[in-house]
């Protein structure tokens, strides 16, 4: 019996992957002789040289769905939370963004510049924040 898999392009080896950290499922990419077979992780998608995993002591599952765990920052969830809203604005209840107008949380405008927006949050009676496709703003209001 062979005591190594036959190396061929394509095929699937669980290898050492430095960026998981672990033994994780790799795809052979290119193959310049046994010593020097180049692999991507399917994990992290990175392309290194193909190291064997150590048979002993290498904890697979658990340390790689760490590694992957990416949490989002508040900002980032914001923005996910905006975007929502922004989908689910109706264009047609949309009204043209005047300055001298007074908004509600939950308007929606339409914007010369940005275009459609939803009015997340009254920041003082003058100043509202508006998420448009570009980001959130902060606009004016009730100008007299
Ligand atoms: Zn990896």
Not at 52 to 59: Q, R
Not at 82 to 105: F, G, I, Q, T
Request: charged share 30%; aromatic share 4%.
């Amino acid at each position: 019996m062979l005591s190594k898999k036959k190396m061929e392009i394509g095929i699937e080896v669980e290898a050492l992957c430095n960026k998981c950290k672990a033994a994780t499922v790799h795809v052979v990419v290119a193959i310049k002789s046994q010593d020097m077979v180049r692999v991507m992780c399917k994990t992290c998608q990175s392309l290194h040289r193909f190291k064997a995993p150590e048979s002993k002591g290498v904890k697979k599952a658990a340390k790689v769905q760490k590694a992957q765990k990416v949490k989002l920052t508040p900002e980032a969830r914001e923005s996910k939370k905006w975007n929502k809203l922004l989908l689910a604005a109706d264009p047609e209840k949309a009204v043209a963004y005047s300055m001298s107008s007074v908004y509600a949380e939950n308007d929606i405008i339409q914007h010369t510049k940005f275009g459609l927006g939803v009015v997340v949050k009254i920041l003082d009676p003058s100043k509202i924040s508006v998420v448009f496709e570009d980001g959130v703003k902060n606009m004016v209001q009730n100008l007299k």
